[in-house]
């Protein structure tokens, strides 16, 4: 199991980690999380109470996706973790440059433009 260590309970990127020492909270990331899912959509709803967002992953040529992992947050944390969001995407810009954004006004391609199989 891996172990780290934040300094606030806001989202924070590894160069806040390394920076701060001060009110540190132990986190463990055992090997099932780190590996990740893959999610090519998200849907986001809300209450007054809490913000959803379900993560999932839809394959070229099948009909139906599949939610992979669901994350519900507090709105004020949503927020916080909006602001990361934002702050990590112009660090990655500023290292590698503008990441292209087709927008397909929300929606995914339901082919991803490949034919479909057939058994």
Do not use: W
Request: proline share 7%.
């Amino acid at each position: 199991m891996k172990r780290g260590c934040i300094s606030s309970p806001f989202f924070l990127t590894n160069n806040n980690m390394e920076n701060n020492n001060e009110n540190q909270v132990s986190i463990e990331l055992t090997e099932e999380i780190a590996v990740g899912i893959y999610s090519n959509l998200a849907i986001i709803t809300h209450s007054p109470t809490e913000i959803v967002s379900d993560f999932v992953q839809i394959m070229p040529g099948m009909p139906k996706g599949k939610v992979r992992s669901r994350v519900i947050m507090t709105p004020q944390n949503a927020k916080r973790f909006m602001r990361a969001l934002i702050d990590n995407i112009q660090k990655y810009e500023q290292t590698f440059g503008m990441i292209e954004d087709n927008d397909n006004h929300g929606m995914p391609p339901i082919n991803f433009g490949t034919p479909t199989t057939q058994a």
